[in-house]
């Protein structure tokens, strides 16, 4: 299991390799990749502001993971997360599941992108032509809990 949060770019190439390399008995990995969007609910955004509480962060992110090994048999998981000023169409997160059969890998990987847009204690602020808001859970991450209980 790897977890990062941090303000630097991620090569997802490379952290594929990696994660493809220190396993040799997987079919499958399933990343997804969340960037910044340019527009939420037709204003523009110039960028986006991320923190989070240090420590408590990484707990929660690896709580997460753990629910997922638990569920599913899984080989391996990174999750990079960003924090800081990130510019329109910046990577903000990397979530990837390895496992032996795609399916799995697909599920864990849905589950902990779902966990992370509504447990995980970050926070983003839009910065649009308009002034700044901070962004609370859409009621679409929220229920999209609900399938996993």
């Not at 490379?14 to 390399?21: G, H, I, M, N, Q």
């Not at 962060?57 to 629910?67: A, D, G, H, N, R």
């Amino acid at each position: 299991m790897k977890i990062a949060i941090q303000t630097a770019d991620f090569d997802v190439s490379a952290e594929l390799a990696a994660l493809r390399a220190a396993h040799r008995d997987i079919g499958a990995i399933v990343s997804f990749v969340g960037t910044v969007r340019e527009a939420n609910a037709g204003s523009a955004i110039l960028h986006m502001e991320l923190e989070h509480y240090p420590g408590m962060t990484e707990k929660s992110l690896v709580y997460i993971v753990q629910k997922a090994e638990k569920r599913w048999e899984i080989n391996d998981v990174v999750v990079i997360h960003r924090i800081g000023v990130l510019p329109v169409c910046a990577q903000i997160v990397l979530v990837a599941v390895a496992s032996k059969h795609r399916g799995t890998a697909f599920e864990a990987c849905e589950f902990i992108m779902d966990y992370l847009k509504t447990e995980a204690p970050f926070w983003k602020k839009e910065v649009g032509e308009h002034g700044a808001q901070w962004v609370d859970a859409r009621s679409t991450d929220l229920s999209a809990l609900d399938k996993w209980e």
